[in-house]
């Protein structure tokens, strides 16, 4: 076969190949630099924060510290199979990859404990588009959205029962509205009417991003495999977290009960929504003492949140990192042009088959 017959599939394979190894390499830059540049923007001293995490790590027992680690590793993991659940479903086995997948749910995880206001989960967003072919931004919101319909659910749930058990909870995130209703009339009132104009004028392009996102939200159409690859890792994922918070409460001798579990959830929930520091780090803290009132002292709760948060944070750093290398380096990267490769030949021996059947 001349050159200038040559199979398109096969003549632009060596670029392909270069041009997917070069993106995912720019991921995991892009990774390490958010996260050394968090670091820096909120004064983030990497020593002393060794320094505490050494000192929060010899100071709780081993089988606290390994127990803890395994359920944060559950609970990124279940979570992060819900996610592939609701890909896969949307745009196919051959583009959805669970270990690229489960790279970027981890990597979200670990960068919304060192940036503000859950950006993290924005850039997840961002790498679930650039690594799989023929997704929507449309398509991928959609997703997210039912990815949340439980933590949504269960998190109305613990707040309900954080303002109904724990006075002074509402106050300390929500005072603001008491003291300036007129201003939150005015704000909700004119982000109303400012979404209906907006609607008004991208009409047509609404229906579009209407129909990318029926694609990719397929899955909640679809009760069985909704309830076995979405709702049910996500209930696991949310029991491991309560798992993760009981260990550190019994590793700093705070008695676990049902009770403390959900004040401790709601208030790190509402936290991490309103917060606008890395991590929630600071609010979390002042809810954690404000929810184990009477159950402990100011210093062992606030000693408690801070372990559990350093510890979670180290953790899901090296977890992410670890994960990333595999999806995305140059192992990922070769089993992805591996099989790349064999379909791009199945395509050309299907086309070649297809033109000796005309010619015949």
């Not at 993991?77 to 949307?90: D, E, K, P």
Request: glycine share 8%; net charge positive.
């Amino acid at each position: 076969m001349s050159a200038a017959h040559a199979d398109p599939a096969t003549a632009e394979q060596p670029s392909s190949r270069w041009h997917g190894r070069l993106r995912r390499l720019a991921i995991i830059l892009l990774v390490v630099v958010l996260i050394g540049a968090a670091a820096n923007l909120f004064g983030w001293d990497l020593g002393d924060w060794f320094k505490k995490l050494w000192d929060t790590v010899t100071a709780i027992s081993i089988g606290y510290l390994i127990a803890g680690i395994v359920l944060l590793t559950i609970q990124t993991t279940t979570t992060a199979y819900a996610w592939y659940s609701i890909l896969r479903f949307a745009y196919g086995r051959v583009a959805v990859r669970w270990i690229q997948v489960y790279a970027c749910y981890a990597t979200a995880v670990a960068l919304n404990y060192v940036l503000p206001a859950n950006l993290g989960t924005f850039v997840m967003l961002l790498m679930f588009l650039a690594t799989i072919t023929g997704a929507t931004f449309a398509g991928i919101i959609a997703g997210y959205v039912v990815q949340k319909l439980f933590y949504t659910t269960i998190g109305i749930a613990t707040w309900l029962y954080l303002f109904l058990s724990l006075g002074g909870s509402f106050d300390l995130q929500f005072g603001f509205i008491e003291e300036h209703p007129v201003s939150v009339v005015i704000i909700v009132a004119g982000g109303v009417a400012l979404i209906v104009l907006v609607a008004r004028i991208l009409k047509a392009q609404i229906h579009k991003w209407w129909g990318q996102a029926k694609e990719g939200g397929e899955i909640i159409a679809h009760a069985r495999p909704y309830l076995a690859g979405v709702l049910f890792p996500e209930v696991l994922s949310w029991i491991a977290m309560l798992g993760v918070m009981a260990v550190f409460l019994a590793a700093y001798d705070i008695p676990v009960t049902f009770h403390t579990l959900m004040r401790i959830v709601a208030g790190n929930s509402i936290a991490n929504m309103t917060s606008v520091t890395p991590g929630g780090a600071g609010v979390v803290q002042g809810f954690n003492t404000l929810s184990l009132k009477g159950i402990t002292s100011a210093t062992n709760a606030t000693a408690y949140s801070v372990a559990q948060q350093l510890v979670s944070t180290a953790w899901s750093i090296i977890l992410a990192l670890v994960l990333l290398i595999r999806a995305f380096g140059w192992s990922g990267g070769r089993e992805l042009v591996e099989q790349s490769y064999a379909e791009a030949r199945q395509k050309r021996d299907e086309q070649l088959a297809e033109r000796r059947a005309r010619k015949a």
